[in-house]
C-alpha cells in the first residue's frame, strides 16, 4: 500500500517537451508514449527525467520491497514449505521445475535476444544501443494511428475464428460503457480487466491513439474480460474464478491472433517488417523480460531466506547483473536502470510474473492449433475459456492441447522469436 500511493500518487516527474515541441507532464502513462519518440534526444531526456524521483526515494523504496519480501518469507516458513517459490507455487499445484524450465529456457536462448538487439542497433544507425532505443519502432517512419473505436473494429476482425457469440459479445462490451480508455492524474499506470460472478467484466485503459501497442493491449485485456464472461456463464460460484496462470493465456492468446491479421493484411514488405519488430517486442516484453523479472525475484527471496541483507545496494547489484546478463555485452546499461527494480508493481505480488511468459508460449501453441485446426480444436479452446478453476491449471491448458510441464511450448516461442529476427533482418 505504501508503494503504491508512492508511484501512483505522490511521485511528480515534472514537465517535458516531444518530439515535437509540445510540453507534456510526464508521468507512468507519457513515460512510454515518450519511449517510442522518433527523436532519440527526446528519449534520452525523458528516461534520465523519470528515474530521477525514484533515485531520490530509493531507499524508501527499497525498504517496502524488502518488507513484502520478509512477509513472503514469513508466510512461507509458517507454512512449512521449502521456500518462498514453492509456497508461492503451491495454489495452482505447479512444480518448481516449469518455473525453472522457463528459467533456463531463456538462458539458453539469450544469444538471440543478443542478435535481435545488435539488428535493431544497425537498422537504426546508432554507434551504441540504450534501453531508451528498445521501444521505439525500427521503421519510424511509418506511422500507426488508431481511435478507439478504430481499434476494435480490428480487434474483432482478428478475433473472428474464435466465433460469432465471442465477437458479439465483446463488441457490446468495447463499443459500450464497460472500460475507463484514457489516462487521467492519479489514475493507475497500465491496463488491467476486473471480472465478477454476475456482472460484466470491466477494463481499465490508458489507451493512446498513437500508440499501436495500446491495440494490443486492449486485445490482451478483452481476452480476459471474455474469459471471465465464459467461465462465469459455465461455472458455478466456487469453481468460475480462473488463476492467474491460465489468464494470461487466453488474454495473449487475442493478441496472436491479432498479429496474424495484421499480418496478412500488410500493405507491403515495410509495413510487414514494421508488424513483424512489433510482435518481437511482444515476445521480448513477455517472454524475456517477464523472466528476467522472475529470475530476480527467485534470487532475492533466496537472499532474504539466507539471512542475506536487502539494502538499495544488494538489489541494485543483483538487478545490474541480470540487466547484463539478458541484454548483453555490446549493450549500453545506463546507472538509472538499475532503479527498475524499485518501480515494478509486480514484485510485490512476488512468482506472479512468471506466468506472462508461461502464458504467452501456451498462447503460441494454442493460437497455432486453433488456427490450423477446425471445430474441434475451437471447441477444446472455449471449453478451457469456460473452465474457471474447475480443474488445476497444468490440466486445463493439457486438455486444450499444449502440456507446460514440458519446456516444449517455450522454446517453441523462442525459436519463433529467432526465426522472426532472421525475416526482419532481410526485410529491412
Known amino acids: 500500500e505504501a508503494f503504491r500511493k508512492l508511484n501512483d500518487a505522490d511521485l511528480r516527474f515534472g514537465e517535458i517537451e516531444d518530439h515535437q515541441g509540445r510540453k507534456l507532464e510526464l508521468s507512468h502513462a507519457t513515460f512510454g508514449q515518450l519511449m517510442i519518440s522518433p527523436d532519440r534526444a527526446v528519449r534520452k531526456r525523458a528516461f534520465e527525467q523519470y528515474y530521477k524521483p525514484f533515485a531520490d526515494h530509493e531507499n524508501t523504496l527499497a525498504a517496502t520491497l524488502a518488507g513484502s519480501i520478509h512477509r513472503d518469507v514469513y508466510y512461507a516458513r509458517a507454512r512449512n514449505h521449502d521456500s518462498s517459490l514453492s509456497a508461492a507455487l503451491f495454489p495452482d499445484n505447479v512444480p518448481t521445475e516449469v518455473y525453472d524450465n522457463l528459467v533456463n529456457s531463456v538462458r539458453d536462448s539469450l544469444p538471440a535476444v543478443h542478435h535481435y538487439l545488435e539488428v535493431r542497433r544497425r537498422k537504426m ?213 538499475e532503479l527498475e527494480c524499485f518501480r515494478i508493481p509486480h514484485f510485490y505480488r512476488a512468482f506472479y510474473v512468471y506466468k506472462y511468459a508461461t502464458g504467452l508460449s501456451a498462447a503460441v501453441a494454442l493460437s497455432r492449433r486453433v488456427l490450423g485446426g477446425g471445430q474441434q480444436e475451437l471447441d477444446d479452446y472455449l471449453r478451457f475459456l469456460s473452465g474457471g478453476c474447475s480443474l488445476d491449471p497444468l490440466d486445463l491448458l493439457r486438455a486444450a492441447g499444449v502440456d507446460m510441464t514440458s519446456p516444449a511450448p517455450i522454446q517453441t516461442t523462442l525459436k519463433r522469436f529467432e526465426t522472426l529476427t532472421s525475416e526482419l533482418d532481410r526485410l529491412i
Not at 456482472?199 to 481499465?204: A, C, N, R, V
Open 125 to 337: 544507425n546508432l554507434s551504441d544501443i540504450h534501453h531508451y532505443d528498445t521501444y521505439v519502432p525500427i521503421l519510424s517512419g511509418i506511422k500507426k494511428h488508431h481511435t478507439w473505436n478504430q481499434a476494435v473494429d480490428v480487434i474483432l476482425a482478428a478475433l473472428a475464428p474464435l466465433g460469432s457469440e465471442y465477437t458479439e459479445v465483446l463488441a457490446e462490451g468495447l463499443r459500450g460503457r464497460l472500460s475507463d480508455r484514457y489516462p487521467n492524474r492519479g489514475k493507475q499506470s497500465g491496463a488491467f480487466s476486473c471480472g465478477s460472478y454476475d456482472g460484466d467484466p470491466f477494463i481499465m485503459m490508458n489507451f493512446k491513439e498513437e500508440v499501436l501497442n495500446d491495440v494490443f493491449t486492449l486485445a490482451h485485456e478483452a481476452g480476459h474480460s471474455m474469459h471471465s464472461w465464459y467461465s462465469a456463464r459455465s461455472q458455478p460460484f466456487q469453481y468460475y474464478n480462473y488463476t492467474i496462470f491460465v489468464a494470461e493465456v487466453a488474454s495473449t492468446f487475442n493478441e496472436q491472433l491479432l498479429t496474424e491479421y495484421l499480418l496478412n493484411h500488410a500493405a507491403d514488405d515495410q509495413e510487414r517488417a514494421y508488424l513483424i519488430n512489433n510482435e518481437l517486442d511482444s515476445i521480448r516484453a513477455t517472454v524475456v523480460r517477464q523472466t528476467m523479472f522472475a529470475e530476480f525475484e527467485k534470487r532475492t527471496h533466496e537472499m532474504a531466506e539466507a539471512g542475506e541483507p536487502l539494502t538499495v545496494q544488494s538489489f541494485r547489484s543483483v538487478y545490474r547483473e541480470l540487466l547484463d546478463a539478458y541484454f548483453g555485452p555490446e549493450f549500453v546499461v545506463d546507472k538509472e536502470l
